[in-house]
């Protein structure tokens, strides 16, 4: 194990990733999961838990914490009128089911295969929050009937297999279909409620071999990272709703969006054994 002055580093990392990831969950609707997947990878393997189930600790105990920061920022957009309760709704049950499968999914693969899911994904969502347009559409009003029956679940899944929340898939989605920036990143809140939940509950009945899992471990989800990050998205998520409300995020997302695919490339490096 490392020494207490590593580990008090590895805790100060984890206090300064959640007040990271509780502003970006409400500032530019990417989801703090993009940021606490990767940071809890190295954080775990930094400190020895390098095993092949390590992946799974990461995206279930990010999951957790997206319950915390999700409700709080939901209800945040909520007082400002800017939740689409109707395509909750309509979406929430083919997301609920995609969550499920991907935790199915999750549980069956090695961590490397995830980390590799991981990189090539968070490239791909980099890419769009680097070089995205607001002007691109797919259709004016979201997809209903056979299209949303197949986009719905694949949203949960693809969220599950990298432990975010419905921002990073939800708000471009809904601004190719005509929702308003700041009503998508609103919504996705609420979608990373209904992927969190289930996946979670899931995620807490995967065995982990206790030799390769960190102290006060239920199923993958690591409690002492849960409960840092938590304290300090508590009091960010609020900072970054009213940011979203009050400025222009489209600067701070092109930096976002370099730093996510340099992140993604060097996980994809590391699962391909580079």
């Known amino acids: 194990m490392p020494e207490t002055a590593l580990l008090l580093q590895m805790l100060a990392l984890l206090m300064v990733i959640g007040a990271l990831a509780g502003v970006l969950a409400g500032l530019l609707g990417v989801g703090g999961g993009i940021v606490l997947v990767p940071a809890f990878f190295y954080a775990f393997q930094t400190l020895g838990y390098d095993g092949p189930q390590l992946m799974q600790m990461c995206l279930a105990t990010s999951l957790a914490t997206i319950i915390v920061t999700s409700v709080r920022s939901v209800l945040g957009h909520n007082r400002k009128g800017a939740v689409d309760w109707d395509i909750l709704r ?61 986009l719905s679940p ?18 471009p989605l809904m601004s190719l279909y005509g929702t308003p920036i700041h009503r998508a990143v609103a919504t996705a809140a609420g979608f990373g409620v209904i992927i969190a939940v289930p996946s979670v509950l899931g995620f807490l009945f995967l065995q982990i071999d206790p030799a390769n899992r960190p102290p006060l471990t239920i199923g993958a989800v690591n409690l002492v990272a849960f409960f840092v ?39 994809l490096r590391k699962a391909l054994g580079w």
Request: proline letters at 4%.
């Open 154 to 171: 694949m949203v949960g899944f693809l969220s599950v297999l990298m432990g975010i929340g419905g921002g990073s898939f939800g708000v």
């Open 229 to 267: 990050v938590i304290a300090m998205t508590l009091f960010t998520a609020p900072l970054g709703v009213r940011l979203a409300h009050a400025m222009d995020p489209k600067p701070l997302k092109r930096v976002f969006a370099v730093f996510l695919t340099l992140v993604a490339l060097n996980m």
């Open 90 to 150: 309509g979406w929430g049950p083919g997301i609920v089911l995609g969550a499920v499968l991907g935790v199915l999914v999750a549980s069956s693969l090695r961590s490397v295969a995830l980390q590799a899911l991981f990189g090539v994904l968070g490239v791909v969502i980099g890419a769009y929050l680097g070089l995205g347009r607001a002007h691109w559409r797919l259709g004016e009003a979201m997809p209903r009937g056979l299209r949303r029956a197949v």
